[in-house]
């Protein structure tokens, strides 16, 4: 056993980084002054985020893991339990007719304007899909592709806010072709989104208080 797990390994590459933030101090507002509660004290602010990557390859498939330790975060929920550690993963297979990738997908269509999905650690922002992206390469002009999944986006009514209060729930199918010319090149896309959010989520945007608005906000008020 020791022996063929060995050499199984001897075939595959690994690459690891880790990232660690930490900080000790007083909590701030967007202004740059001291926080202070109903006593006056200054409110303290701590986190500590621990960020371990790992990048594998094995004949032509690659699997990506984030793991994540916070406890407390700049911005989110803490994640100290084993289940809630594995903050992203997908596993692609590649070959000369087309790859197929599996978890959570981070793709781009139509310079970003018909689908884009990316994470930003640092607004704790991640609009990614689980499930599956397909791409097929018909010939050297003309490339299919699919994307299926789910996801539950995330986001503030106010950037201040440390844990998000808005949420929605989208089921998201994707497809079309890629073609590429000598005399240009573009896209066909057809996009089914389906977005459910529940009533607390709704409330949020009652703009009578007059709280920090955009100009979506107002749109769909």
């Not at 406890?71 to 790859?99: A, H, M, V």
């Not at 990614?128 to 994307?147: C, M, Q, R």
Request: aromatic residues 16%; contains cysteine; proline residues 3%.
């Amino acid at each position: 056993m020791f022996c063929l797990l060995a050499i199984s390994l001897s075939q595959a590459s690994f690459d690891f980084s880790y990232e660690l933030k930490y900080g000790d101090g007083w909590k701030s507002n967007s202004r740059g002054e001291l926080e202070v509660d109903e006593n006056g004290d200054p409110v303290p602010f701590k986190f500590n985020e621990n960020f371990l990557r790992i990048n594998s390859n094995y004949n032509g498939l690659y699997l990506y893991l984030e793991l994540e330790y916070s406890n407390d975060p700049i911005l989110g929920y803490s994640k100290t339990e084993i289940k809630d550690i594995l903050s992203r993963f997908y596993i692609e297979e590649q070959s000369s007719q087309g790859q197929i990738k599996f978890g959570n997908i981070y793709t781009l269509y139509g310079a970003g304007l018909s689908l884009y999905t990316f994470p930003d650690q640092d607004i704790d922002f991640d609009n990614s899909i689980d499930g599956l992206e397909f791409n097929y390469y018909l010939s050297d002009s003309f490339e299919t592709f699919l994307i299926m999944g789910k996801a539950t986006l995330e986001q503030r009514t106010n950037p201040a806010r440390i844990e998000p209060d808005r949420f929605s729930d989208n089921t998201l199918v994707v497809g079309g072709l890629n073609y590429d010319f000598s005399f240009g090149y573009g896209h066909l896309l057809y996009k089914n989104q389906k977005m459910h959010m529940d009533n607390s989520t709704l409330l949020t945007f009652d703009l009578v208080q007059g709280d920090r608005s955009t100009l979506f906000d107002w749109d769909f008020a």
